[in-house]
């Protein structure tokens, strides 16, 4: 089935290349453009773009390595999992999961991590459920020591020391 090829002289529409209908979305969800949705045009555009490649079982996207989200290196982050480019450790993002947040609002809320990220972090911290919930562990016990510390009035912990 042929897939026409859309073009609107007032919009300046095209086809899209494979991978450039999700590029257009990340980059309008992307704090610099202040949290603007697409023009509702556009909008309607894309999605019947996606509608119709999806009826013509055409592949949309390049297919990609999901084993590239998450990285781990002893020199950073402590050597802690961490999503690839960033720096928000796995760790943080199912902090938020448990908490009850949807992947969708974590994505939201790190406003830089798109949802592949947030659920390539999730599929990490599945596969590797205890030495996420050990390093979890490890931070609120360090943090329930320093409260208890500062309560005290430990000198070494006072952030402003007389």
Do not use: C
Not at 45 to 64: D, E, H, I, P
Not at 112 to 123: R, S
Not at 127 to 155: K, T, V
Request: aromatic share 12%; no cysteine; net charge negative.
């Amino acid at each position: 089935m042929p897939v026409p090829e859309p073009f609107d002289t007032t919009l300046g529409l095209r086809e899209f290349r494979p991978g450039e209908v999700a590029q257009i979305r990340d980059d309008f969800s992307r704090a610099e453009f202040g949290g603007v949705s697409l023009p509702s045009e556009v909008e309607r555009y894309l999605a019947w773009y996606v509608l119709t490649y999806a009826r013509a079982g055409l592949a949309m996207a390049a297919s990609v390595d999901i084993g590239t989200f998450i990285s781990k290196r002893p020199d950073f982050k402590g050597g802690d999992a961490y999503v690839t480019g960033t720096g928000v450790r796995v760790k943080r993002i199912v902090s938020y999961y448990k908490l009850g947040y949807l992947p969708e609002q974590i994505a939201h809320k790190y406003g830089h991590l798109n949802l592949a990220q947030v659920h390539a972090a999730l599929a990490y911290y599945h596969a590797n459920r205890d030495e996420i919930d050990a390093s979890i562990a490890e931070d609120d016990q360090a943090s329930d020591d320093l409260e208890r510390a500062f309560a005290a009035g430990d000198p070494s912990v006072h952030p402003f020391p007389g």
